[in-house]
């Protein structure tokens, strides 16, 4: 539906638009994926989401493996195929072994906290709120600000995969191992 913008169509207005998200040096077609180059489509747009996608990814209070089972559940329930394979790269990275990531497709963990984390996606996927027995689980582990933080990971992950869906687009060739974030300059 959408593409990514042409290299030749890039202008300052689609380089600022990364800025809070992307380095300067990186600030290019071949340099920041498929999604964000079509993000950059709509730059006032971009550069108003991806200072909040970026406080949920990087500067949220969720503990980094709890963020990534929220996103890889999220991306699971949405149908999200790019979201997936970027993040359960980044999960691995982080330690989330195989049997996590099956839990965030199947539902079902083996983890009693790990559960109430998929509970809570599941929840607000279907319902659009915790349940008060699902918020108590949480917070067994969880402060408020964190509980918040989920709930705000779900939300942006969820408006971030209907439009990687709407727009069709595409995970590039090799996402999802190292040696594609090394290219990208992520490592």
């Not at 489509?41 to 493996?65: D, I, M, V, W």
């Not at 049997?99 to 559960?115: N, P, W």
């Amino acid at each position: 539906m959408l593409t990514p913008l042409p290299a030749e169509d890039w202008d300052e207005h689609a380089r600022e638009a990364l800025a809070s998200t992307v380095p300067p040096e990186r600030r290019r077609p071949d340099k920041v994926g498929n999604a964000l180059s079509t993000l950059v489509r709509h730059p006032k747009l971009a550069g108003a989401f991806l200072p909040f996608n970026s406080y949920l990814q990087l500067s949220s209070t969720l503990p980094e493996g709890v963020r990534e089972l929220v996103i890889l559940r999220t991306a699971f329930r949405h149908g999200c195929g790019y979201e997936w394979g970027h993040h359960s790269a980044i999960a691995r990275s982080l330690g989330l072994t195989e049997a996590d990531l099956s839990a965030a497709q199947t539902g079902s963990a083996a983890d009693e906290f790990d559960q109430a984390v998929i509970d809570a996606v599941d929840e607000l996927h279907s319902g659009s709120r915790i349940s008060a027995e699902v918020w108590e689980r949480l917070g067994q582990r969880l402060d408020d600000q964190q509980r918040m933080d989920l709930m705000f990971t779900f939300g942006g992950y969820s408006a971030l995969a209907y439009a990687l869906n709407t727009f069709d687009v595409e995970l590039e060739d090799g996402a999802g191992t190292d040696e594609f974030y090394v290219s990208m300059g992520n490592a």
